[in-house]
Structures are given as C-alpha cells and as structure tokens.
C-alpha cells in the first residue's frame, strides 16, 4: 500500500484538564487533520468546542471496534487523508485504544509520528516524590482481585515503581490487596492532574488506616518500590547463630541458614561470626 507524502497518522496528546497544556503543534495538527480518531467521538468533539478548533470528521475508535477500523483508517491515508488519533486525555495508546492501528499502518508502510504533551503516568511521577526510575506501567487494574493479585505478584519482587490507574470506587480495597502482597511500601495518589483540585495523597500501605475515606476525580496510583529492610545488628545475628547451632549441621550450613533470616548479613560474615563465637 502506498501513500501520498502528505498522508500521516499522528499520535496526539490532549490535555489531562487543563487546556493550557495542548502544545501549539498540537493544536496545529488538530486543526489540518481531515480525520480524528477517537475513543468517545463527543468527548473529543465536545474538546475542540473548548480549544476553538473547527469540527472534523470524527471516527470512533474504542477496544471493541479498533480491529474493524484498521482497514478503514489505511484506506484514508493511502487516499492522501491526514488522521490524528486522540484518547479521551493524555498520550494515546497508554491504556487507551490505538496499539493495532499504529502497528497496521507500520506494517503497511504508512508513516506514523508522535505529538507528545501530557500523560497522567509521568505527570505523577514527575510531582509524587517517590522514585521514579525505573518505573512500570500497568495502566487499568483488572477488575477481578484474584487477576490483581496474580498482576502484582508478578511485580512483587521487582526493584521498581508500579504506576497504574484505578477506579475511585475500587481504589481502597485494591490498596489493601497490594499491602498484602506488596509489603510495606510507601505509595502516592495523584487525583484530578492539572485541575482545579488536582492533589497528591502520600502514605505507607502499612498504614492505610490514615487514608482518606473517599477519593474524587480521576485517579493515578505510584507505589515506590520494595523496600530493603533494615541491616540486623551483630547481636540479633549472633542470637540466630546460637538458634541455628542448636538445630544441627556443619558451620556453613549453618551460616547459611542464619544469614538467610539475617538481613544485611552474608553466608560469609555470618560464617566468620560463627567461628569468632565458637571461639569465644
């Protein structure tokens, strides 16, 4: 399939909520594109209303229909058609609809070009406080806990910050499930980002109790990442050594097993303890 030079589907970021953050490029090619691909066709109608930018030819584009939209969308570019591709807010594709159209027309060897501007993701992470490298996103929870559970497991041991939407109505028992599987962690609600009452909830997920009871908005969720216990001191260590003396087994082996319960502590120093003890 060939294309005119001029024909493109570009990846445009819309505004989280305030309309200060669509960039001028953006607005650009919002306004020149002969096609707007869109997951909610009067959401986005209803956003250039707002921005002043003349009605289009809107075309929905949503999880249940992308499939059945590809041929449609290359056939308008191949006729020399520019499309833009939004979501209902941010950066298209992050956990919004648009991954098989801009992989089909990759494949078709139609060009495609990014407009970047706002992500709720990395505004959160740019203003929770916790860190944010490396960090992975996981967009919507499932709704089911038992696929939760299963979905953070995966993470659980992983030396990284979990960022993920969730529905305020689900918001206080998903944080629940992620305290038991997660562990003690330090984690941020970002609610309402750029808006009028945007604000960001810092707390512990072994501290829950001190959470608000109710959640308005649009809501993003960080939690920081696991957290390195504190080294054992020398005398909670020599106490294991003398427990797990008692059990059996040669000096390694036996260091093994201390330094196993022993954060901070290695089979090594916790070897070299050993035999200082049996020393003593």
Same mark, same amino acid.
């Given at each position: 399939?060939? !294309? ?14 305030? $309309?200060?953050?669509? *960039? ?8 020149? =594109?002969?096609?707007? +691909? ?8 209803? $956003? ?26 290359? !056939?308008? $570019? ?8 939004? *979501?209902?807010?941010?950066?298209? +594709? +992050?956990? @919004?609809?648009?991954?098989? +159209?801009?992989? !089909? ?7 495609? *070009? ?8 990395? =505004? ?8 944010? &490298? ?10 089911? @806990? ?11 041991? %992983? ?17 629940? %499930? !992620?305290?038991?599987? &997660?562990?003690?962690? /330090? ?11 945007? /604000? ?8 829950? @109790?001190? $959470?608000?009871? /109710?959640?308005?908005?649009?809501i993003t969720v960080v939690l920081g990442p696991p957290e390195t216990p504190a080294k054992l001191t020398e005398e909670a260590l020599l106490d294991l050594l003398r427990e797990e003396s008692a059990r059996g087994g040669k000096p390694r082996e036996v260091a093994r097993r201390a330094? *196993? ?12 303890? %050993? ?6």
């Open positions: 399939m060939c !294309a005119t030079p001029s024909a493109r589907l570009w990846v445009v970021a819309t505004p989280l909520g305030n $309309l200060g953050d669509l *960039s001028p490029r953006a607005r650009e090619i919002l306004a020149s =594109a002969d096609l707007v +691909l869109a997951e909610d066709t009067r959401r986005a109608g209803l $956003l250039f209303q707002r921005l002043g930018l003349p009605a289009k030819g809107f075309l929905s584009l949503y999880e249940h229909n992308e499939e059945a939209r590809v041929e449609q969308v290359l !056939a308008a $570019l191949a006729e020399g058609r520019n499309a833009a591709l939004v *979501s209902d807010a941010g950066t298209p +594709l +992050l956990s @919004d609809p648009g991954y098989r +159209l801009v992989r !089909a027309c990759r494949a078709a060897g139609l060009p495609v *070009s990014p407009v970047p501007g706002p992500s709720a993701p990395v =505004a959160a992470l740019s203003a929770c406080g916790l860190p944010p &490298l490396p960090f992975v996103f996981l967009g919507f929870l499932p709704r089911k @806990d038992g696929d939760i559970r299963r979905l953070l497991e995966t993470y659980a041991a %992983l030396p990284a910050t979990l960022v993920f939407f969730e529905r305020k109505t689900r918001l206080s028992s998903t944080l629940a %499930l !992620a305290a038991e599987v &997660l562990g003690p962690r /330090e984690f941020c609600v970002a609610r309402e980002l750029t808006k009028e009452f945007e /604000e960001f909830v810092r707390g512990r997920l072994d501290a829950l @109790d001190a $959470l608000p009871e /109710e959640f308005l908005g649009e330094a *196993s319960r022993a954060p901070g502590w290695s089979a090594k120093e916790a070897y070299d303890k %050993l035999n200082a003890l049996r020393k003593d």
